[in-house]
């Protein structure tokens, strides 16, 4: 069964400090990789997507993707208190079905 | 670019009542769409996916007679709850993408469901 593990949290930074979000998986098949913000009782907010090993840089967000690893990670430069959501990350197996498989989401807290 | 239309954002209604929200995408055309059900503080649920043209696929324990999907066009999907009962009280959220492979999904509003 292909799992997307992430830790629950919450995670809590400071206001300007960089928010550091894990994700694992575990099929070597997922080739595409989508990380998404959640507010409370809003719908996930497509942020970024990667699928080439290495660092995809956007504005204050950074995702960076090991395959060698199973590890997909997004990094949040100069946290703000508006930040503070959940963030849900995805894998998505090429040629398959097209049915991305969601991460259960990691609480970030931004504290100013 | 990428907007999915949701609608209605929120409905409140009588147990024993049919509902069905539209999930529309606005600006590409939706060769898939996804209907994810969410509780407060919990993760999205994959209820089901469902492709232009063709039924829908239904996750397991997720009855296809009381969650009726309808993907008539590349920009419409409509999920009807049949005599809804408080239990299905919920967020829905719907989602579509394009067939790329590496396409994500983009997420409309939601419609949270209140059965009285």
């Known amino acids: 069964q292909k799992e997307v593990e992430q830790n629950s949290g919450p995670l809590s930074v400071p206001e300007g400090a960089i928010a550091s979000l894990n994700c694992t998986y575990s099929?070597?098949?997922?080739?595409?990789f989508f990380w998404y913000r959640q507010y409370s009782g809003k719908s996930p907010e497509l942020i970024m997507f990667?699928?080439?090993?290495g660092d995809k840089e956007d504005g204050r967000f950074t995702a960076q993707l090991n395959k060698a690893s199973q590890y997909v990670s997004l990094l949040i430069r100069d946290s703000q208190p508006s930040d503070s959501a959940t963030y849900l990350c995805?894998?998505?197996?090429?040629?398959?079905?097209?049915?991305?498989?969601f991460g259960r989401g990691t609480s970030l807290i931004v504290h100013p | 670019g990428a907007v999915v239309s949701q609608h209605p954002s929120w409905v409140i209604c009588k147990s024993g009542t049919s509902v069905k929200i539209e999930c529309r995408s606005l600006?590409?055309?939706?060769?898939?769409m996804f209907w994810y059900r969410q509780f407060p503080k919990q993760s999205l649920m994959l209820m089901a996916t469902?492709?232009?043209?063709?039924?829908?696929?239904?996750e397991q324990g997720v009855e296809k007679d009381k969650f009726l999907i309808n993907h008539a066009s590349l920009t419409l999907s409509t999920l009807t709850v049949t005599s809804a009962h408080p239990e299905d009280s919920s967020f829905y959220i719907c989602?579509?993408?394009?067939?790329?492979?590496?396409?994500?999904?983009?997420f409309g509003d939601g419609t949270r469901l209140s059965i009285l």
């Open positions: 989602s579509a993408k394009t067939g790329g492979t590496y396409q994500p999904q983009h």
């Open positions: 099929d070597r098949g997922s080739q595409s």
């Open positions: 990667i699928y080439s090993n």
């Open positions: 995805a894998g998505l197996e090429s040629g398959g079905s097209y049915i991305p498989t």
């Open positions: 600006d590409f055309q939706a060769t898939t």
């Open positions: 469902s492709n232009e043209g063709s039924k829908a696929t239904y």
